[in-house]
């Protein structure tokens, strides 16, 4: 669960344990730590540690400070068996921030009713009810969704994908690149983009307006494998939403398998209609 304004966001886990077999929070703080430095390849900057209380449990705090400055909340709930992470991240740990903390901190109730916090309108878009969600990860400041509708034919397999994605505090990350949006999928967001397809490349780019945004929206194909030769077709949106400081790319493509030589097409034009179809629901802020 992740809530998010313009100069800050805050995230909330959890695990399940069994009774009387949780690991003490001491361990799991570290873990994330390691996880941490593991995800950015390098220290992570640690500026303070203490114990605190949050509800009604020990928990403890871990202060980190970068470019963003962050507090992260651990404890275990032994009332609803679960061991919560609670992590705020600010631009800067002013007073504004120092007063969110305290409200959040102090109407979080880990147990007792379902767990409530208070959440703003998030992004919604449609997809037809064929679509599966596939994959979702919620990491530090970037969120996606994979959505995927599999159609199997004689001696072919079709997929159509969409990849929904989106990037949070977009003007402190990507402060050189989030006003210019080729600039950020060259330089941030390509190499990502190729490891999940292989072999895309985006030939011609155009500008159009997303929810009040101004997009640019790229079009490009692939091919791959030797035997099972692969068709793909490529459609990536990508805009600015000032609203929430989020950078969003949406990535819609078909795929096509068969067994080579046979020809194998994809339909350029019902493809264009389902990502421009799929495009118009999204309302971002
Ligand atoms: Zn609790
Ligand atoms: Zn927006």
Known sequence: MRIEAENYFLEVKWEETQP????????????FVKKLEKDAKQKV???GKRSTRVFEHEALVLSLKSVTEERIYFWHCEDSLRIIILR?????????SQTIIRQVLDSFKCHGEEMS??????????????????DRKMLIGRTYLLLIEHKLAPFAERRREILFEYNSMANIRFEDEYKDLSKW?????LKDLKKRYRGIKFQSS??????????????GAGRSGLTTRRSSLYANTTWYCEDLNRIYTVTTSEHIARPWPLR????????????KDFIS????H
């Open 20 to 31: 009387k077999k949780a690991k003490p929070i001491s361990e799991i703080m570290e873990a």
């Open 45 to 47: 900057p640690i500026h």
């Open 88 to 96: 705020f991240v600010f631009k800067l740990m002013d007073t504004t």
């Open 117 to 134: 916090v208070w959440t703003p309108p998030e992004s919604t878009f449609k997809v037809p009810p064929s679509f599966q969600l596939t």
């Open 185 to 189: 999928m060259e330089k941030r967001y």
């Open 206 to 219: 155009v500008e159009e307006k997303i929810d009040g945004h101004l997009a640019v929206v790229k079009k």
């Open 264 to 275: 194998r097409r994809i339909d350029e034009r019902a493809f264009e209609d389902f990502s």
């Open 281 to 284: 629901t999204i309302r971002c």
